[in-house]
T-cell receptor
Framework: QKEVEQDPGPLSVPEGAIVSLNCTYSNSAFQYFMWYRQYSRKGPELLMYTYSSGNKEDGRFTAQVDKSSKYISLFIRDSQPSDSATYLCAMSALTGTASKLTFGTGTRLQVTL | EPEVTQTPSHQVTQMGQEVILRCVPISNHLYFYWYRQILGQKVEFLVSFYNNEISEKSEIFDDQFSVERPDGSNFTLKIRSTKLEDSAMYFC?????????FGPGTRLTVL
């Protein structure tokens, strides 16, 4: 079983739709959860991070973590064509020093006009 | 807003040659990382660096790889004898313990 599983998509939605992106994980040591956005041939851009179960909202983005189910989600409201990108979930364990990120494979999102 | 920068953006090299990839992390960050992403695959951790030493390295980070922070601002990744399978995007990241900010990457092509 992979440590982090993410549906690669592609996911195509019309402009204005609510998008739901998800990851599951198997390692219960993961404590920090992040969502990155990556445009083609660019570096990952940090969108959201959280370390507790529950919801965290930032503008049109909401990150949700359910540690009991080992399941995290990112919701995008009022999606725009500029949201078209690959969305990567990433997570790390608290080790006390620099903590490596374990990434999902990424979900490619296409928002159409 | 401060950003992580990387040079060069694209490096082409012959198999067996040494390459050095350079990064300037965000100035008040203490933790530094290298990741790589082979085309079409997921981002993979290579190495983390804190307090002038390696904190953790993956099994990918074998003896042909080394990292250095030569002058307090730059952070470099050296690949001593490149192989075809080293062709990938290499990302530098810096951050605090719980967040990491990535640079734009260096695309390494080994011929």
């Amino acid at each position: 079983q992979k440590e982090v599983e993410q549906d690669p998509g592609p996911l195509s939605v019309p402009e204005g739709a609510i998008v739901s992106l998800n990851c599951t994980y198997s390692n219960s040591a993961f404590q920090y959860f992040m969502w990155y956005r990556q445009y083609s041939r660019k570096g990952p851009e940090l969108l959201m991070y959280t370390y507790s179960s529950g919801n965290k909202e930032d503008g049109r983005f909401t990150a949700q973590v359910d540690k009991s189910s080992k399941y995290i989600s990112l919701f995008i409201r009022d999606s725009q064509p500029s949201d078209s990108a690959t969305y990567l979930c990433a997570m790390s364990a608290l080790t006390g020093t620099a903590s490596k990120l374990t990434f999902g494979t990424g979900t490619r999102l296409q928002v159409t006009l | 807003e401060p950003e992580v920068t990387q040079t060069p953006s694209h490096q082409v090299t012959q198999m067996g040659q040494e390459v050095i990839l350079r990064c300037v992390p965000i100035s008040n960050h203490l933790y530094f990382y290298w990741y790589r992403q082979i085309l079409g695959q997921k981002v993979e951790f290579l190495v983390s660096f804190y307090n002038n030493e390696i904190s953790e390295k993956s099994e990918i980070f074998d003896d042909q790889f080394s990292v250095e922070r030569p002058d307090g601002s730059n952070f470099t990744l050296k690949i001593r004898s490149t192989k075809l399978e080293d062709s990938a995007m290499y990302f530098c990241a810096s951050g605090k313990m719980d967040t990491q900010y990535f640079g734009p990457g260096t695309r390494l092509t080994v011929l």
